[in-house]
């Protein structure tokens, strides 16, 4: 339920994929809820897609090889090109005229 919620279904639409009542679904919710804490919809969809992103890069991590400091190295230079760009737009949005 929670990979049709994260690819944009509303609960009639995983309702209808799952062959389900609409209810079942909203229940289903509700189960969930009771199990990881009151959170809204889009609160679990988003700690859904993030596990599974997580999960991922730590098998891509595992399967080529790549040391964790190495990986690391790479984040922080990375980080540092971004954060860059993202100064060198704020000047340049500041010099333009009001």
């Not at 944009?8 to 679904?25: H, K």
């Not at 919809?41 to 399967?63: C, G, Y």
Request: charged share 25%; net charge neutral.
């Amino acid at each position: 339920m929670l990979t049709l919620a994260a690819r944009g279904y509303t609960d009639d639409m995983v309702a209808s994929e799952l062959g389900i009542q609409c209810g079942t679904v909203n229940s289903y919710w509700v189960r969930i809820r009771g199990k990881l804490g009151n959170l809204s919809r889009s609160e679990l969809v988003a700690r859904f897609v993030q596990k599974n992103a997580d999960t991922l890069h730590a098998d891509f991590v595992a399967s080529n090889g790549i040391e964790a400091a190495s990986l690391a190295d790479e984040n922080k230079k990375i980080l540092a090109l971004a954060n860059a760009e993202i100064e060198r737009l704020k000047e340049l949005l500041s010099k333009r005229d009001p």
